[in-house]
Nanobody, 119 residues
Framework: QVQVVESGGGLVQPGGSLRLSCAASGSIFSINTMGWFRQAPGKQRQFVAA???????KYADSVKGRFTISADDAQKTVYLQMNSLKAEDTAVYYC?????????????WGQGTQVTVSS
């Protein structure tokens, strides 16, 4: 069992930056894919970024060049650096950790952290 806790959300002006953190505990040795998703009001949850143990990184087209996913194994933490934020980035951001072979959408989820981009 893996527990996940996100933090770092908040209110930021357009063009600003935030860094989200995802602290993991439990059976983290089994984790192969670390991802971030987001859900805006009235919309379905959508993929944002993912990082696998072999170093493969994927981003949604809407965040490419602005967001960076990274992980610190020693700190058991996954980060999402968000730069040049836009109003449309406003959403609850969720961290997802899953073992090899576990389909997207499953695995361990955190409670989410709210990001609001507004002037």
């Amino acid at each position: 069992q893996v527990q996940v806790v996100e933090s770092g959300g908040g209110l930021v002006q357009p063009g600003g930056s935030l860094r989200l953190s995802c602290a993991a505990s439990g059976s983290i040795f089994s984790i192969n894919t670390m991802g971030w998703f987001r859900q805006a009001p009235g919309k379905q949850r959508q993929f944002v970024a993912a990082l696998t143990r072999d170093g493969t990184v994927k981003y949604a087209d809407s965040v490419k060049g602005r967001f960076t996913i990274s992980a610190d194994d020693a700190q058991k933490t996954v980060y999402l650096q968000m730069n040049s934020l836009k109003a449309e980035d406003t959403a609850v951001y969720y961290c997802n950790l899953r073992a090899f072979g576990v389909p997207e959408g499953f695995g361990s989820w955190g409670q989410g952290t709210q990001v609001t981009v507004s002037s």
